[in-house]
């Protein structure tokens, strides 16, 4: 069960995947300022997290609620 957790956080994080919206990024790119470049695709990046953070927070949760009403039917 951990194994699968961890595959699951590395693959779906998106820090990992450095693409993000490629046409907009391609767009600020031609026009020669990398900087905002930069920033637009630090910025996606950051709003892409968010998502994620929320729902491996309620899988957690339920994930720990399970554990606990096993533990209790158990004694």
């Given amino acids: 069960m951990k194994k699968t957790l961890v595959v699951f956080i590395?693959?779906?994080v998106p820090?990992?995947?450095k693409a993000q919206c490629a046409m907009c990024r391609?767009?600020?790119?031609s026009s020669g300022d990398t900087a905002a470049a930069e920033g637009l695709n630090?910025?996606?990046t950051y709003l892409m997290a968010f998502p994620y953070i929320l729902v491996g927070a309620i899988i957690y949760m339920i994930y720990?609620?399970?554990q606990k009403s096993n533990s209790v039917k158990k004694t």
């Avoid at 391609?26 to 790119?29: Q, R, S, T």
Wanted: net charge neutral; aromatic share 12%.
């Fill in 10 to 12: 590395v693959f779906s």
């Fill in 15 to 17: 820090a990992f995947a």
């Fill in 42 to 44: 630090n910025g996606i």
């Fill in 26 to 29: 391609a767009v600020i790119e």
């Fill in 64 to 66: 720990r609620s399970t």
